[in-house]
């Protein structure tokens, strides 16, 4: 029987919370995050919204739009990852709606759209940066706005003089959430991409035209005016340190993202197949379309391999045009297998892309019941995963069999949705640092909560440990007397990288106390992530009294 699109949109709907919403705590944080978890915090606290700071000192390098939204959600909802979290997944949100609205539109099929939405959210990137307190998902997912409505604007005769406006808006909050990556990487290739199509005009549209720019302009640089006028020679310093980090930092080969197919996860096959343009353009059902997306991802990729540092999370804005180019050879080969008329090199792509998922569902289902499994996920919940990635490659199965490739798409949702309902809690655990140790539990004590935290000046804190210590961690000099004495009592924050010892004249000047020891390293100890620089201890430093234990013998044990 059947699935109306109503039902299927509805069950896209459901499909899209739980992608983003679903064990929104469960993964651990990163650097990005605690980043903007930290400036957001300092926001809150020291009231600098319009100047960020990150431990103290000024945070200018990212547009402050999502540390806004981290500022407005800490004011409410204070030291909740999970909360910080769920406006991320709202941006995963927009940019589903409009990735979907924009298929729809190009292509002039809803089911075309659907298929292009569930490749964009069995993406593990899409579903990672939906799920993270960061800047990458804001400029990306306003963008994707920015692109429908212009899309709109540029095809009718109608509506424009509004669609125009708004997507002015949509530009300049993408501007302000991350600068010009997303114009870069998403607009300019979209636009190459559609030049050439004879339904675009702008004839008459012009001043609606200027009037998108205008609002684009004031929405996206009025901060960086107030800043230019405020701390004009720290702008020019973090300009000129961001534009040294794009040409000295990471810097790869242009080739480096030749594997770009293989962040499409289960439809890394098709993606990769889509590239065979003297074959599709000939071939495929939705040539349109299949030319529009597959100009848009090249150009995408081309413009991101021109630039010196390259990393393979630089991709997630390829995604969502990658997945309008998978869902157009997963639409021609529904199309194509229910008439019968398939060639064989369609009925071999489909055969090989459903043995390749049929093998990684059993794998999976099996491996959950390995040694490992056994001390991270309970018997019931191991069962019901199994017995649902059991059903998933039972049901790609029957795709084959009954040559329905949209079969193969609701099976691909449902191990993501398993993945993410069921699994994310015990995935973390497996890969998770059973020794760690808060460094919170040190200084968020009663008799430590009000003591000013600093580290030795010679060594570098790690943001990682401001972020976990909820509070800043300022560098002080321990040679300078005088500076230790107006700060003292203090708690000093110690790592195990730290090389310089503590000096004689501090010692001879003060009592030190240990408050305890931590170890925030996310990975286990035979990692080769793991890191001296988020393990160590924290001392109380104050003035010094009369028959206490020796200072010496208390900084030994802390070492």
């Not at 700071?53 to 806004?68: A, F, S």
């Not at 609002?215 to 230019?228: D, E, K, P, R």
């Not at 191990?415 to 699994?423: R, S």
Request: aromatic share 10%.
């Amino acid at each position: 029987m059947k699935t109306s699109h109503s039902t299927t949109l509805a069950i896209l709907v459901i499909f899209t919370l739980v992608t983003f919403f679903a064990n929104t705590g469960a993964l651990p944080t990163d650097i990005m995050e605690e980043r903007n978890v930290v400036t957001a915090r300092e926001m809150v606290s020291d009231g600098n919204w319009l100047v960020p700071t990150m431990n103290g000192q000024l945070r200018l390098e990212k547009p402050p739009l999502p540390t806004w939204v981290a500022g407005a959600i800490e004011a409410v909802c204070p030291n909740n990852l999970g909360a910080q979290r769920l406006a991320a997944g709202a941006m995963g949100c927009l940019w589903t709606w409009f990735l979907f609205l924009t298929a729809r539109y190009i292509a002039r099929r809803t089911d075309y759209a659907i298929i292009a939405t569930v490749v964009f959210l069995t993406c593990y990137n899409t579903v990672l940066m939906g799920r993270s307190a960061t800047w990458d998902i804001y400029c990306h997912a306003l963008m994707m706005g920015a692109i429908y409505l212009l899309l709109r604007a540029l095809n009718e005769e109608r509506d424009y003089r509004w669609q125009l406006p708004l997507a002015g808006l949509f530009l300049g909050l993408s501007w302000l959430s991350k600068g010009p990556v997303s114009f870069y990487t998403l607009l300019l290739p979209f636009l190459l991409s559609i030049v050439t199509l004879p339904s675009i005009t702008t004839r008459g549209k012009w001043p609606y035209l200027g009037i998108m720019l205008g609002v684009a302009v004031v929405v996206g640089g009025w901060w960086y005016a107030f800043l230019l006028i405020a701390h004009g020679d720290a702008v020019t310093a973090v300009m000129a340190k961001e534009t040294g980090a794009w040409t000295n930092h990471n810097v790869r080969p242009w080739w480096y993202y030749w594997r770009f197919f293989l962040e499409m996860g289960a439809w890394a096959l098709p993606a990769l197949a889509s590239l065979a343009l003297t074959y599709w353009k000939h071939h495929i059902t939705i040539k349109r379309t299949y030319l529009i997306t597959i100009c848009w991802t090249v150009g995408s990729l081309v413009l991101l391999s021109l630039m010196p540092e390259k990393k393979m999370r630089y991709l997630l804005p390829s995604l969502a045009p990658c997945a309008l180019l998978v869902a157009c050879i997963l639409t021609h080969l529904k199309d194509t297998l229910a008439s019968g008329k398939a060639d064989r090199f369609v009925r071999t792509l489909f055969v090989a892309q459903s043995v390749l998922l049929i093998l990684v569902m059993l794998g999976s289902a099996v491996a959950l019941f390995g040694l490992h499994a056994a001390s991270v996920i309970s018997v019931p919940m191991r069962l019901i995963a199994a017995a649902l990635l059991s059903f998933a490659a039972c049901d790609t199965m029957r795709a084959v069999a009954s040559r329905q490739p949209m079969v193969q798409v609701r099976a691909v949702a449902i191990v993501f949705a398993t993945a993410e309902l069921l699994l994310l809690p015990a995935i973390t655990k497996a890969v998770g640092n059973p020794d760690s140790h808060s460094i919170a539990l040190a200084v968020g004590t009663p008799q430590t909560q009000e003591l000013p935290l600093f580290h030795d000046q010679r060594t570098p804190i790690r943001i990682e440990l401001v972020y976990n210590a909820q509070r800043k961690i300022q560098p002080i000099d321990l040679n300078d007397v005088k500076e230790v004495r107006a700060h003292m009592p203090f708690a000093l924050v110690i790592t195990a990288s730290a090389k310089a010892p503590i000096p004689t004249t501090l010692l001879a000047e003060a009592d030190t106390c240990p408050l305890g020891y931590f170890d925030n390293n996310l990975h286990r100890h035979s990692n080769r992530h793991y890191t001296d620089d988020l393990r160590g201890r924290v001392l109380l430093i104050k003035g010094k009294q009369a028959n206490n234990p020796s200072s010496q013998a208390n900084i030994k044990q802390t070492r």
